[in-house]
């Protein structure tokens, strides 16, 4: 990362609903040229009314010129591309990594806080992170947190790392999705249910609402899937709320 090189920048445009949550939760109003369409989604974005604020890009550095942004905010897609064309255009490309550890959410918050000239703007988030860490209960609960179609956390995901804080225990599962027959036979002590689009009709949300998944014998949780999608910061004040839940 070259964070510590980074200069001030007075207006930028986040081209990503991840790169959003950073932006939208470290800058001032006046330094926020745009945001993704994506994160003006309520189905997508808990912070959706603050993005609304803003002028939405669909994810392209095109989309963003007529704002003339100072700084560009980039993850992942079409990276190499975007760069280049935003060093011709004398913006400055900020890309951050795509969260695969907790560590990695930190060094993101230190870049954007960097980027917006003012580093220590991520410290408040970075010490609610690190007391997480620093008080991680001992012992972890038997987990298994579901979403549509029984869909479940990765084995060793930034997702298992976030719920270990919590003191939940992600159980591993074949293939990455719960069963009926497991819940039935084998429930976890906490069951915790994404409520990701849980209002639409689909096959998903018809699984989540079958008799073994409602009737499981298991302390039962909910948790905004909104904010697993990018499992960034929005994630520290969730995982306290579990925490809570579970003691």
């Known amino acids: 990362m070259l964070a510590s090189a980074l200069l001030i920048g007075a207006s930028v445009a986040s081209l990503n609903l991840c790169t959003d949550e950073y932006l939208l939760l470290l800058a001032r109003r006046?330094?926020?040229a745009s945001v993704s369409f994506l994160s003006q989604d309520p189905l997508e974005s808990p912070l959706w009314r603050s993005a609304r604020r803003f002028p939405a890009n669909r994810g392209s550095i095109e989309d963003v010129l007529a704002r003339r942004?100072?700084?560009?905010?980039?993850?992942?897609?079409g990276g190499r591309a975007t760069r280049l064309l935003a060093r011709r255009l004398r913006i400055r490309p900020v890309e951050l990594v795509s969260a695969e550890s907790l560590q990695d959410v930190a060094t993101n918050l230190r870049t954007v806080a960097t980027a917006l000239g003012e580093p220590a703007r991520a410290t408040p988030w970075l010490d609610r992170l690190s007391l997480l860490q620093r008080t991680r209960p001992a012992v972890a609960k038997d987990t298994m947190w579901i979403s549509g179609g029984g869909s479940t956390l990765a084995a060793g995901s930034i997702g298992t790392q976030w719920l270990r804080l919590a003191g939940l225990e992600q159980r591993p599962l074949p293939g990455g999705r719960a069963s009926l027959?497991?819940?039935l036979v084998r429930p976890p002590a906490v069951l915790v249910r994404s409520e990701y689009r849980s209002a639409q009709v689909s096959s998903g949300t018809r699984w989540l609402d079958h008799p073994?998944?409602?009737?499981?014998?298991?302390?039962?949780?909910t948790t905004d899937g909104r904010r697993w999608t990018c499992v960034g910061p929005l994630m520290i004040a969730e995982i306290e709320r579990l925490r809570a839940a579970t003691r």
Request: aromatic fraction near 0%; proline fraction near 4%.
């Open 30 to 32: 006046n330094e926020i």
């Open 69 to 77: 942004p100072d700084t560009v905010l980039t993850m992942g897609g």
């Open 181 to 183: 027959e497991t819940l």
């Open 212 to 221: 073994i998944v409602r009737n499981a014998k298991s302390q039962r949780l």
